[in-house]
């Protein structure tokens, strides 16, 4: 069955920068586009960026764009979010989430699926 594992994350100062790893099998995974999403206390999970399944293209929310990067390594089955510049806005759970159809393409916010049990991510001095 597919499985998602987080990993990476930690306490950040405001400002600094953190490596989030997502672990994925069960699928073949160079098919899908995965994206990452995070949900902060109180609040509804929040799509944050995605990467087709080739690693040709990107795609970000506002509130991350110019901060973070999401990558690929189709041969370690492993997709990244690199987070620079943290805020304490970014403290949140965060997962990774896999496209609900296989191909090549963009895929909407609405259209991933996240089934890990996410990393959490606190931006705090």
């Known amino acids: 069955q597919v499985q998602l594992v987080e990993s990476g994350g930690g306490l950040a100062q405001p400002g600094g920068s953190l490596r989030l790893s997502c672990a994925a099998s069960?699928?073949?995974?160079?098919?899908?586009?995965m994206s990452w999403a995070r949900q902060a206390p109180g609040k509804g999970l929040e799509w944050m960026c995605s990467?087709?399944?080739?690693?040709?293209?990107?795609h970000y929310a506002n509130s991350v764009k110019g901060r973070f990067t999401i990558s690929r390594d189709n041969a370690k089955n492993t997709v990244y979010l690199q987070m620079d510049s943290l805020k304490p806005e970014d403290t949140a759970l965060y997962y990774c989430?896999?496209?609900?159809?296989w191909g090549w393409g963009y895929f909407a916010p609405e259209e991933y699926d996240y089934g890990g049990q996410g990393t959490q991510v606190t931006v705090s001095s």
């Open positions: 069960g699928f073949t995974f160079s098919s899908y586009a």
């Open positions: 990467v087709y399944n080739d690693g040709s293209e990107t």
């Open positions: 989430g896999k496209a609900q159809r």
